[in-house]
């Protein structure tokens, strides 16, 4: 049996025998309750239940470890514990628990040689939100941060992370900010506001202080599309970080979450059914010492590693046991401070903040664009600004140095919601081709003229124009269906010179790189059995792309939907 396993045995009782020295030695931060307390160790029970469909109903329960913080405190270094070496804020390495900055919320320094404290990057994020002015003293006092922290360097997937925060001066709640992870690499924001939007009182379940119900925007389950909504419970901590604690009061926030279907009436989405429940709630807190660190992590040893495991084996159960079908992962709503997207700033509540990082391919195309664009701005007099969702990506206009004509540059705004859409110029023959998938198809990307956008990619361009279609292009075409008569022009602008040759294999390579990631992604799908739902599979993108073409109308009914902010989902 695993609990009477050598390792677990083992560990147990070196932090058992740690424990009890350092209770012995009690300083570096070992010792007992004070009324300062600034830092929690939680053990909490989770608990997950799928209602619908019926026929795929699904429970489980299990414990975790996650600490709770001030946010303040914390990165004083006022909760090392064992000047660090049991418990320490910064690195990641060299301590047998931690936390550091860069795996939470955004990084606008992404890239650019720093990064920002959890604080700065939170009190950021309520700036752009609107909850804090930029212009003014900040209205932050601290927060309670509840996360998992890494173990011995090990950082696992964390589902989860919650601040409460409290405002300067003033001891009630005011602000829940839930930072959501998938195991994608993507992090989305929910932020709650106590009094404003909150259910009425009579529906809270009892025991809870607050509830708010909200548009779902993130994808996390691979079992669940991203429509819906969420209603969220929220058990408040028993007092502010900032505040000395009565020796019995100590705190034990907890957070339920439902998750309903869409019902429409009167045209309208409302809370349908209710689909599936998550509930975190504490059964154990302790204050963070050293004491009581090892005596935890001597019960439950592996515990902080089990994140990833537990989930590929519920995955495992949903879709081989309970036949559930996988949505691929659309991607992500951006936040509100995108003024392109500002469909999606109806709610304040909501918005990605950070998105995968791209790969070396979708690197590659991602030069190959702004150095087009660098050239082709002087050649037709355009000016042209490629807006990314994604906020540490700063956005990027390029213009003509002297304007055509001495009339003001034509303004070509492209707007994308990952870097997908620089290999998807790269992959189609045409802009008509990138555009009837890119845009109509996919809605990775949208154009502020279809015009500008076409002229952009057409000749004339630099050189002499040839009239027998290239190699390259006669590999792009090839993964065209015939029924998709759109003309294929003989060169394709992101291509470099027939002369070029190092240039032109690297291009070659380039395309049947990315044109073999696609089927050894189909094959890897059919190799282990796994079931897309019917019209998601990332290889059939070409024949969705047909449809639209051959659909009445198809490009203004996706254009209207994306109005509607259901641009980036399928």
Same mark, same amino acid.
């Given at each position: ?6 390792? *677990?045995?083992?560990? %147990? ?38 209602? !619908? ?51 939470? #919320? ?15 990057? !939170? ?11 930029? *212009?003014?003293?900040?209205? !932050? ?201 500002? %469909?999606? &700033? ?119 124009? &040839?009239?027998?279609?290239?190699? #390259? ?20 602008? !992101?291509?470099?010179?027939? &002369? ?13 790189? #990315? ?53 980036? &989902?399928?």
């Amino acid at each position: 049996m695993p609990s009477f396993s050598t390792p *677990n045995v083992g560990v %147990a009782t070196f932090c058992v025998f740690l424990s009890a020295w350092c209770i012995q030695l009690n300083k570096y931060g070992c010792a007992l309750i004070d009324t300062q307390v600034r830092g929690y160790i939680l053990e909490n029970r989770v608990t997950h239940a799928r209602l !619908l469909p019926a026929e795929a109903s699904h429970a489980f329960t299990y414990p975790t470890i996650a600490f709770l913080m001030s946010l303040n405190a914390l990165e004083n270094h006022k909760l090392d514990v064992w000047k660090g070496w049991l418990f320490g804020y910064g690195g990641r390495w060299g301590r047998l628990t931690g936390v550091r900055a860069n795996p939470y #919320l955004a990084d606008p320094a992404k890239g650019n040689g720093g990064s920002k404290s959890i604080r700065e990057k !939170l009190v950021e994020l309520l700036i752009e939100r609107g909850y804090i002015g930029r *212009n003014i003293e900040p209205l !932050l006092d601290d927060a309670w941060m509840l996360t998992m922290p890494n173990y011995l360097g090990f950082e696992g997937i964390n589902p989860l992370t919650v601040y409460f925060c409290y405002k300067v001066a003033v001891t009630a709640l005011w602000l829940v900010v839930l930072e959501v992870h998938n195991t994608f690499g993507e992090t989305h924001v929910y932020i709650l506001e106590v009094g404003q939007n909150e259910d009425p009182e009579g529906s809270r379940p009892r025991g809870y202080d607050y509830q708010w119900t909200l548009n779902r925007e993130f994808h996390v389950s691979p079992f669940n599309d991203r429509s819906g909504f969420y209603t969220i419970s929220v058990k408040r901590p028993s007092h502010p970080p900032m505040l000395s604690h009565r020796h019995n009061d100590i705190p034990r926030p907890a957070v339920r979450i439902h998750l309903h279907t869409s019902s429409i009436t009167d045209n309208l989405a409302i809370p349908g059914p209710l689909k599936l429940t998550a509930l975190l709630q504490p059964t154990a807190s302790y204050p963070l010492t050293a004491p009581n660190l090892l005596l935890t992590l001597s019960r439950t040893p592996f515990t902080l590693f089990l994140s990833l495991p537990r989930i590929l084996a519920q995955a495992w159960t949903l879709h081989y046991r309970k036949s559930l079908d996988v949505f691929i992962r659309p991607e992500p709503f951006p936040p509100p401070k995108k003024v392109e997207f500002s %469909a999606w &700033s109806g709610l304040r509540w909501g918005g990605g903040v950070k998105w995968q990082d791209e790969s070396p391919l979708e690197r590659f195309a991602r030069l190959r664009v702004q150095q087009f664009f660098q050239r082709r701005v002087e050649e037709i007099g355009l000016k042209v600004s490629l807006v990314s969702a994604d906020p540490a990506i700063p956005d990027l206009t390029l213009a003509p140095r002297v304007s055509h004509q001495g009339e003001p540059a034509s303004h070509l705004v492209i707007t994308y919601l990952a870097p997908r859409f620089f290999t998807i110029l790269f992959t189609t023959p045409s802009p008509q081709h990138a555009l009837l998938l890119g845009s109509d198809t996919e809605r990775v990307f949208s154009v502020s003229s279809r015009e500008f956008f076409i002229t952009a990619f057409s000749p004339p361009l630099s050189g002499s124009p &040839s009239t027998s279609r290239s190699s #390259l292009q006669h590999l792009r075409a090839q993964r065209i269906p015939p029924s998709i008569s759109l003309p294929i022009p003989a060169s394709h602008p !992101l291509d470099p010179l027939i &002369s070029s040759r190092v240039e032109n294999v690297k291009t070659k390579l380039a395309l049947r790189a #990315l044109f073999l990631l696609g089927r050894i992604e189909h094959w890897i799908f059919s190799v282990v059995h796994a079931r897309v739902v019917e019209g998601d599979e990332p290889w059939e993108a070409w024949t969705r792309a047909e449809k639209v073409l051959g659909r009445p109308s198809g490009a203004n009914e996706i254009d209207e939907r994306t109005s509607r902010g259901e641009w980036g &989902s399928r």
